[in-house]
């Protein structure tokens, strides 16, 4: 399903009834908003002892919007009324799918840009009116512990590599989590105020894309990375994963280049010149990559190369999880989560 129809499902069709057996999550995320709909199925099975009854979550829908709240946020954090606007018409698409879930079956966050708006209640006011249940704002940390464990649930499982360290990278639209853990434990975490829209006004103007534009956006965010970056790498990991757009954009890249989806600094810096020689935002052509992540990929780059740079990075591969699947494991522990859309 691309993103375009997940977003105008709620309007163009009829709305899927739900029951008991689904559950939701809800990420209002500072540059789009997200709606995960999962079902619970129980597999029956003899062996082995003491897994008769497994427990998997189906993606059954799920439903976007770009909003970019975080560009909405003025020089005195104060969120505007169009971007506050903008939010509160994508919870009322949303809340036409949640009215036939049970509210205990439901979880809604929000993150970074919400955490940094200090006119945020009048959102979170309006807000009670539309959702079915209360917002709950989540702390850097906790977003940070969240988005660790759906990378750490949604891995494949394998004996020899459960207690080895992995590095967890996440670029979202207004911050930057950072995380270092083993099996299902965070080690060490922190949450940035680094993000793709807060940085693409400030460093991408009118949308010009040349190299003092990319310089500046990197400075800017080596400068914040390189306060934390040392105890990090005193820490070590094993491999390193992303989890975000900006990662995920990368690996479309590499996927429509037929090549190996791993992400290198030289990989990343190519597509820094390959941007620059499109000279604006507005002219980005690049084979893979889909037209709904043009916008802030110069600053979600910008970012990456910084903490590829900082934090020494060598090569990062794709999770299938991050926040969402974080939820799910926090609704429903003992099940397992399956992606099928």
Known sequence: MSDLESQNQATSKAIPQYDENHYAVVDLGSNSF?????????ESSAEPIGESNRKSLKTVNKVKQ???????????????????????????????HLQTIPVNNILIVATAALRMAKNNQLFFDAAKQIL?????????????????????????SNKHQSHAKKLVLDIGGASTEIIVG??????????????????????????VL???????????ASNVINTVNNDFVQLGWQS?????????????????????????????????????????????????????????????LSILIALFKCLRIKELCLSSG??????????????KIIHTL
């Open 66 to 96: 770009k909003v970019r709240l975080a560009a909405g946020l003025d020089d005195n954090n104060l969120l505007s009324d169009e971007a506050i606007a903008r939010g509160l018409d994508c919870l009322k698409n949303f809340a036409l």
């Open 132 to 156: 079915p249940k209360q917002i709950k704002l989540l702390s850097g940390e906790q977003e940070a512990k969240t988005i660790y464990a759906g990378v750490a649930h949604t891995s494949i």
């Open 210 to 220: 040349n190299q003092q534009n990319f310089d500046l956006c990197i400075a800017a």
């Open 240 to 300: 390193a994963v992303g989890s975000s757009g900006t990662m995920q954009a990368m690996i479309e890249i590499l996927k429509q280049r037929q090549q190996a989806p791993t992400i290198t600094l030289v990989f990343l810096n190519e597509i820094q010149q390959t941007l620059i020689s499109c000279q604006t935002i507005n002219n980005i052509e690049i084979a893979g990559l889909r037209a709904d992540r043009k916008a802030i990929l110069a600053s979600g």
């Open 322 to 335: 991050a926040l969402r699947e974080g939820l799910l494991f926090e609704l429903v522990p003992d099940a």
């Open 182 to 207: 083993s099996g299902c434990t965070a080690k060490k975490l922190v949450s940035l105020d680094i993000g793709c829209v807060s940085y693409i006004g400030k460093y991408f103007a009118g949308g």
């Open 34 to 42: 997200h709606l995960l709909i999962t079902c619970l199925i129980t």
